[in-house]
């Protein structure tokens, strides 16, 4: 008995082993030949034939069985059936079968009509060749079902994650084809969402379809017990629109998947799709399309060109590294005070650009001397001006730091792009320093103040150096924003923290951004302020639920959320404009120049110097006060710099009296 089980157990690995094993392909292509030619021995054998011969010439079953076998393997070698591994055959195989058994049958259909033509007599008979292709393809097809069910009885498959599938298109029906024909796929689908009409009813390839509606998604939710929808990239643009939010208020978790053209198949199979589809990230659900900009003028403008980065190894300037790379300039110069993360950015540059010519320089942008240096010896042709201080708390308590980097950071790159001839000079602003109620905010209006007025003085000067400015929002994903705090809460189980339950922001994509700061630095004439059309407002209280509903657990039951109240300087909404702002528009319908109240360059310049008095004493009243007063709409909130607002105002109503 022991024995006996032993050669069972030995058997049974020797099968496995061939199961797992993919045939060659000669060893398919023989056996399917000898099919065929078991099949037409069966039949011929057996099948009257009156005229068997013509001329002398016997034609005997060893001829008839010669000519249908070569005509066979010709036919199998043109289509190629026994390319398909064998235990993973899918609809395609079974296709190729029958193509090659059809292709087959006409040839000997077509040689049968040349020797009745030719003598009279019957070759083979249609019939017969009707009942071999027959016989061919039964067995053939057989064959291949029963080894890919012989496999999947071997393999105890992990039990599948019922889904739905969005659309009802040949995309989302070859997906779900894809899906359900995997080996050892994760996913199942159970049900397809027509999206295009809206009576859609019955089955495909045994799958139910229901049109989208929101019942239809809290049925699918309630009857089917599918919490997971499968969609295309390509059907983002539905999901934004409002469908998103019904799924994820129904607790159905989103995966996406590239374009399904991009999964080209393979020897007759489709790879396996079920590690491409991925989480969807709350950057795609922005509630609008993705800003594309992909204007030839920004790679002819710099090209062969050297081109400096200030900020380089932020989140906005390292996005701006590769973007620029795209356009292949002659040299880039890379500028940051980071030391790790510069060095981060070198191993990337290194794997993706190789041969190109890149430097990187670890310096302030206040250190003037450090400066000097760097664009003394690269003399850039292009800067872009990305370093900054951007946290808003952090500012608040070291305004100081704010001013030296924000202010004077900027003032000294500017001055030293004009004077070593820099061709454009693109300062990257921010929608805090419209109306700012923060030392943040009040540092880069006073920045873009500058930039501009030495744009201005420059106007009638040849040659001289294009200033401009560009000013946006928020920046998803960028380091220290809301998303990566909300994901690390995620992660450690929540609460998800928002300062107010009403504060709203804009928000883009760090490529977004980018690809907008390279193409308003192509379209400046000098002195321009550019704002970009960033879409609707988010309430960051309905971001976080849509994180955690997107992580599939829902807001408040599995992750709370929690109002912590508005920081220092912090303010409920943003703004691109102020009051007295106002917009034209440019070639590009997503970029607008703001109008906005211009400073001539000396009396700027007279402020600033105060300002530097005052940073160089030390004196944190003062230096505040000098920006309120170069800054007149900045007004602190939620600040212990309220009180200056007080002093400045009575200070104010005062000299008014008097005079």
Same mark, same amino acid.
């Given at each position: 008995?022991?024995?006996?089980?032993?050669?069972?157990?030995?058997?049974?690995?020797?099968?496995?082993?061939?199961?797992?094993?993919?045939?060659?392909?000669?060893?398919?292509?023989?056996?399917?030949?000898?099919?065929?030619?078991?099949?037409?021995?069966?039949?011929?054998?057996?099948?009257?034939?009156?005229?068997?011969?013509?001329?002398?010439?016997?034609?005997?079953?060893?001829?008839?069985?010669?000519?249908?076998?070569?005509?066979?393997?010709?036919?199998?070698?043109?289509?190629?059936?026994?390319?398909?591994?064998?235990?993973?055959?899918?609809?395609?195989?079974?296709?190729?079968?029958?193509?090659?058994?059809?292709?087959?049958?006409?040839?000997?259909?077509?040689?049968?009509?040349?020797?009745?033509?030719?003598?009279?007599?019957?070759?083979?008979?249609?019939?017969?060749?009707?009942?071999?292709?027959?016989?061919?393809?039964?067995?053939?097809?057989?064959?291949?079902?029963?080894?890919?069910?012989?496999?999947?009885?071997?393999?105890?498959?992990?039990?599948?994650?019922?889904?739905?599938?969005?659309?009802?298109?040949?995309?989302?029906?070859?997906?779900?084809?894809?899906?359900?024909?995997?080996?050892?796929?994760?996913?199942?689908?159970?049900?397809?969402?027509?999206?295009?009409?809206?009576?859609?009813?019955?089955?495909?390839?045994?799958?139910?379809?229901?049109?989208?509606?929101?019942?239809?998604?809290?049925?699918?939710?309630?009857?089917?017990?599918?919490?997971?929808?499968?969609?295309?990239?390509?059907?983002?643009?539905?999901?934004?629109?409002?469908?998103?939010?019904?799924?994820?208020?129904?607790?159905?978790?989103?995966?996406?998947?590239?374009?399904?053209?991009?999964?080209?198949?393979?020897?007759?199979?489709?790879?396996?799709?079920?590690?491409?589809?991925?989480?969807?990230?709350?950057?795609?659900?922005?509630?609008?399309?993705?800003?594309?900009?992909?204007?030839?003028? %920004? /790679?002819?403008?710099?090209?062969?060109?050297?081109?400096? $980065?200030? &900020? #380089?190894?932020?989140? !906005?300037?390292?996005?701006? *590294?590769?973007?620029?790379?795209?356009?292949?300039?002659?040299?880039?110069?890379?500028?940051?005070?980071?030391?790790?993360?510069?060095?981060?950015?070198?191993?990337?540059?290194?794997?993706?650009?190789?041969?190109?010519?890149?430097?990187?320089?670890?310096?302030?942008?206040?250190?003037?001397?450090?400066?000097?240096?760097?664009?003394?010896?690269?003399?850039?042709?292009?800067?872009?001006?990305?370093?900054?201080?951007?946290?808003?708390?952090?500012?608040?308590?070291?305004?100081?730091?704010?001013?030296?980097?924000?202010?004077?950071?900027?003032?000294?790159?500017?001055?030293?792009?004009?004077?070593?001839?820099?061709?454009?000079?693109?300062? %990257? /602003?921010?929608?805090?320093?419209?109306?700012?109620?923060? $030392?943040? &905010? #009040?540092?880069?209006? !006073?920045?873009?103040?500058? *930039?501009?007025?030495?744009?201005?003085?420059?106007?009638?000067?040849?040659?001289?150096?294009?200033?401009?400015?560009?000013?946006?929002?928020?920046?998803?994903?960028?380091?220290?924003?809301?998303?990566?705090?909300?994901?690390?809460?995620?992660?450690?189980?929540?609460?998800?923290?928002?300062?107010?339950?009403?504060?709203?922001?804009?928000?883009?994509?760090?490529?977004?951004?980018?690809?907008?700061?390279?193409?308003?630095?192509?379209?400046?004439?000098?002195?321009?302020?550019?704002?970009?059309?960033?879409?609707?407002?988010?309430?960051?209280?309905?971001?976080?639920?849509?994180?955690?509903?997107?992580?599939?657990?829902?807001?408040?039951?599995?992750?709370?959320?929690?109002?912590?109240?508005?920081?220092?300087?912090?303010?409920?909404?943003?703004?691109?404009?102020?009051?007295?702002?106002?917009?034209?528009?440019?070639?590009?319908?997503?970029?607008?120049?703001?109008?906005?109240?211009?400073?001539?360059?000396?009396?700027?310049?007279?402020?600033?110097?105060?300002?530097?008095?005052?940073?160089?004493?030390?004196?944190?009243?003062?230096?505040?006060?000098?920006?309120?007063?170069?800054?007149?709409?900045?007004?602190?909130?939620?600040?212990?710099?309220?009180?200056?607002?007080?002093?400045?105002?009575?200070?104010?109503?005062?000299?008014?009296?008097?005079?």
């Amino acid at each position: 008995m022991r024995k006996k089980i032993v050669n069972i157990l030995a058997t049974s690995r020797i099968i496995s082993k061939f199961l797992n094993t993919p045939s060659p392909q000669w060893l398919i292509f023989i056996i399917d030949l000898m099919i065929v030619m078991v099949s037409g021995l069966l039949i011929l054998l057996y099948a009257p034939n009156p005229t068997a011969e013509l001329n002398g010439w016997q034609y005997t079953t060893a001829a008839k069985i010669g000519a249908v076998v070569g005509i066979y393997a010709i036919a199998m070698l043109i289509i190629g059936p026994y390319k398909s591994i064998v235990r993973l055959s899918t609809f395609e195989d079974t296709y190729r079968v029958a193509l090659t058994v059809m292709l087959a049958s006409l040839s000997l259909s077509f040689l049968e009509g040349v020797v009745h033509w030719t003598d009279a007599s019957r070759f083979i008979g249609i019939w017969n060749i009707f009942a071999v292709g027959m016989s061919a393809f039964t067995v053939m097809v057989i064959l291949r079902v029963s080894v890919k069910y012989l496999y999947k009885m071997m393999h105890s498959e992990p039990a599948r994650q019922r889904v739905a599938v969005l659309g009802s298109s040949l995309h989302s029906f070859a997906l779900a084809e894809a899906l359900l024909g995997e080996v050892d796929g994760r996913y199942s689908p159970v049900l397809m969402l027509s999206i295009t009409d809206a009576n859609a009813s019955g089955r495909i390839n045994g799958i139910p379809v229901r049109s989208y509606s929101p019942e239809a998604v809290s049925e699918m939710v309630r009857k089917c017990g599918v919490h997971t929808l499968i969609f295309l990239s390509e059907q983002i643009d539905f999901l934004r629109a409002g469908a998103a939010d019904v799924f994820l208020n129904n607790n159905v978790k989103l995966l996406m998947l590239n374009r399904i053209e991009e999964f080209e198949l393979t020897g007759g199979n489709m790879p396996s799709l079920s590690p491409h589809v991925k989480d969807i990230n709350i950057e795609d659900l922005l509630g609008r399309p993705a800003i594309v900009t992909g204007n030839p003028a %920004i /790679s002819a403008e710099l090209r062969d060109k050297t081109v400096l $980065i200030t &900020g #380089a190894a932020g989140s !906005i300037g390292s996005e701006l *590294v590769r973007q620029v790379m795209a356009c292949n300039p002659g040299h880039l110069v890379l500028v940051d005070q980071a030391e790790t993360p510069m060095h981060n950015l070198h191993l990337e540059l290194q794997e993706l650009w190789p041969q190109s010519r890149i430097s990187l320089c670890i310096a302030d942008v206040a250190n003037k001397l450090r400066m000097a240096d760097i664009f003394s010896r690269f003399q850039p042709q292009v800067v872009y001006h990305a370093a900054a201080y951007k946290h808003v708390p952090m500012m608040e308590m070291n305004p100081a730091e704010s001013v030296l980097t924000n202010v004077f950071g900027t003032k000294v790159v500017a001055d030293l792009a004009l004077r070593f001839g820099a061709k454009t000079f693109v300062m %990257i /602003s921010t929608d805090k320093a419209v109306n700012p109620t923060n $030392i943040m &905010g #009040a540092s880069k209006r !006073i920045a873009e103040i500058y *930039v501009q007025s030495l744009a201005l003085n420059l106007r009638n000067s040849k040659n001289a150096t294009c200033f401009v400015t560009t000013r946006f929002g928020n920046v998803l994903g960028s380091s220290g924003s809301v998303i990566p705090l909300f994901n690390s809460q995620i992660a450690k189980g929540g609460p998800l923290t928002v300062t107010h339950r009403d504060i709203i922001r804009y928000f883009m994509t760090i490529p977004e951004a980018c690809s907008l700061v390279l193409e308003a630095g192509c379209m400046g004439v000098g002195g321009e302020i550019f704002i970009f059309d960033m879409g609707k407002p988010v309430r960051i209280y309905d971001l976080a639920a849509r994180m955690i509903s997107l992580a599939g657990m829902r807001p408040n039951v599995d992750i709370k959320i929690v109002e912590t109240g508005l920081r220092p300087g912090e303010k409920l909404f943003e703004e691109l404009l102020n009051n007295h702002e106002h917009t034209c528009p440019t070639h590009h319908k997503k970029i607008m120049i703001a109008k906005v109240r211009t400073y001539s360059y000396p009396e700027v310049c007279a402020h600033l110097s105060d300002l530097k008095n005052y940073l160089d004493s030390g004196n944190v009243h003062d230096i505040v006060a000098q920006m309120k007063r170069m800054v007149p709409e900045f007004k602190s909130q939620n600040s212990r710099f309220q009180s200056i607002d007080s002093e400045i105002a009575e200070s104010e109503l005062i000299h008014e009296i008097e005079s």
